[in-house]
């Protein structure tokens, strides 16, 4: 299954745009990039999907690169509440898909 | 509609005994999944089912085990507890199976093995 690199951790401050990074190099034509993020005490929460084109939703973007080997997720103004464990995965269809979440990116977020 | 619910919410068991986890998933999903969560391991899959079925299944011993009930409420058991199993475990759902499906998760259950 294709895995994903994201950095152990990130800074940002409040009300400023943060763009979180994810690799992954050996995704498939038909693998899925989804972006989940998990708030302390939580289970994960859904952020965010796409396939080739960039995607927007009310809590974030998300950028893929033209050769789709990588992808950014966009927060557009941080908040406190955005301080969270962030997950990049790849999803493929049933009967292949073991989900790797790996460590993900914790956001720091500076008031 | 209802988030997912899982029960219990915290569980201390022996080591050796086993343990049955219930998932119940958002009203009309029919695919539910299963993670185990630590510090050591992060998030890793356990499995998936669908329709009853089990479709994908991660690295872990067959202690570990799970079934799916016509309503799509989903039980996972582990057997033979070890102190290892000491985890969060998320439960998942989504409408089908399919790669563009968006995961909902379970707040989880606390398992401490002693």
């Known amino acids: 299954d294709a895995k994903t690199t994201q950095p152990n951790s990130m800074e940002s401050n409040e009300e400023e745009p943060v763009h979180l990074p994810c690799n992954h190099s050996t995704i498939s034509g038909t693998d899925y990039i989804h972006w989940y993020r998990q708030l302390p005490s939580q289970g994960p929460e859904y952020v965010i999907h796409?396939?080739?084109s960039n995607v927007n939703n009310r809590m974030a973007s998300l950028a893929i690169a033209e050769d789709r080997k990588s992808s950014t997720l966009i927060l557009h103004r941080a908040t406190l509440r955005d301080a969270a464990v962030y997950y990049c995965i790849l999803r493929d269809g049933p009967g292949s898909y073991i989900p790797t979440f790996g460590r993900g990116t914790s956001l720091i977020v500076h008031p | 509609k209802a988030g997912v619910t899982q029960t219990p919410r915290y569980l201390i068991k022996t080591r050796g005994q086993q343990v049955t986890l219930s998932c119940s998933p958002i009203?009309?999903?029919?695919?539910v999944s299963w993670y185990q969560q630590t510090p050591g391991q992060g998030l890793q899959f356990l499995f998936e089912?669908?329709?009853?079925?089990?479709?994908n299944k991660g690295n872990f011993p067959g202690r570990f085990s799970g079934r799916q009930f016509s309503n799509s409420r989903s039980e996972m058991n582990v057997s033979t507890l070890e102190l290892g199993d000491s985890a969060l475990y998320l439960c998942?759902?989504?409408?089908?199976?399919?790669?563009?499906?968006?995961?909902?998760f379970g707040p989880g259950t606390r398992l401490t093995v002693t």
């Open positions: 009203s009309g999903h029919r695919s």
């Open positions: 998942a759902s989504s409408e089908t199976s399919g790669r563009a499906d968006e995961q909902y």
């Open positions: 796409g396939l080739t």
């Open positions: 089912y669908f329709s009853e079925t089990q479709r």
